[in-house]
């Protein structure tokens, strides 16, 4: 009697943390089992940029993003900070100008600059079949490129040909940066959480191309002489072209008279394939979501106009 008490005793005792043996049974973990290996911070650091750029890519376009690099970071930063490096030594060694006269000359570089508004105007009141952007990415590449050859490989040109040649040269930078910036503009509306990021991408490839520009400005005008590297300037605005060809862009289909006299006649006998909606959108430019407002609105005023009628 006394050892089945003892035994049922000892299987009623609650256990200690000693009994326990290294087996299955065991509540600690399992020394076999490895926790998953954390990522290297260094590696997520260098990773994390490039990430950035691919959700960029994945909420905008590829071509979008290649754009703004293009545009900001090898057209604006790299392209003009060599030009004001090699036209310097430009007037200086080639056409021999005193630096008074040179001074005036940099002055009248900034005219496209000035002209920027009218530079937006066009793009976005006169489409060229169908596309506001391409076109103008083509017409500032072409022009960019052009004089760019015909400053470096003209020899010795006349000093009001050679102005002239240097300001298509900033035109071409100018016309590209409206353009690029009227697609930021667009994005930034229909994707407002991403606005600060596509201005955080402009100005960081502005600033790296613009050192680039200015550390290599000096060597390639050693090397290149004066003139010859004004040839290195014909480079990005022919990058510009492809650009044109390349960049994403909905075209947008001209309506003709007859449908625009439909679309904004309200005469009843006039055959028309927009829905009431529609005109009452076209007509007033109220939003989608603020439409049911107005048909409210527009019904109370006919209720007090039938009111005061009578």
């Not at 050892?3 to 049974?25: A, I, M």
């Not at 900001?72 to 630096?99: E, I, L, N």
């Not at 502005?206 to 010859?228: E, I, K, P, R």
Request: charged content about 15%; overall charge negative; some cysteine.
């Amino acid at each position: 009697m006394c050892s089945s008490e003892e035994t049922q005793d000892s299987d009623t005792k609650p256990l200690t943390s000693g009994d326990y043996s290294s087996s299955d049974q065991s509540p600690t973990t399992n020394p076999d089992h490895k926790n998953p290996s954390k990522p290297n911070p260094l590696i997520s650091l260098i990773l994390e940029p490039f990430q950035w750029l691919q959700m960029l890519s994945n909420q905008l376009s590829p071509s979008f993003v290649v754009g703004v690099v293009l545009v900001y970071g090898v057209s604006q930063g790299f392209s003009g900070s060599f030009f004001r490096v090699a036209t310097d030594y430009y007037w200086k060694d080639v056409q021999k100008v005193q630096p008074s006269s040179v001074q005036l000359y940099i002055g009248l570089y900034y005219i496209p600059w000035i002209m920027k508004p009218i530079w937006g105007l066009l793009t976005d009141v006169f489409p060229v079949r169908g596309y506001q952007r391409r076109p103008y990415f083509v017409l500032a590449g072409v022009l960019g490129t052009v004089s760019a050859l015909v400053v470096a490989l003209g020899g010795k040109l006349e000093v009001a040909v050679a102005l002239v040649c240097l300001i298509g040269i900033t035109g071409g930078v100018a016309i590209a940066d409206v353009t690029i910036d009227a697609c930021i503009a667009r994005n930034s509306i229909e994707i407002k959480s991403l606005a600060p990021d596509m201005q955080s991408l402009c100005g960081f490839c502005s600033s790296v191309g613009a050192l680039v520009g200015y550390s290599t400005s000096g060597l390639f005008v050693h090397h290149l002489g004066a003139q010859g590297a004004l040839v290195l300037l014909a480079i990005p605005p022919a990058a510009v072209i492809g650009l044109g060809f390349v960049i994403h862009e909905n075209r947008t289909i001209d309506v003709p008279a007859s449908d625009k006299k439909n679309k904004y006649s309200w005469n009843k006998n006039v055959p028309s394939t927009l829905s009431y909606d529609e005109k009452v959108r076209d007509w007033v430019g109220v939003a989608d979501e603020g439409l049911e407002r107005f048909h409210l609105m527009m019904a109370g005023d006919g209720v007090s106009g039938g009111g005061n009628g009578k």
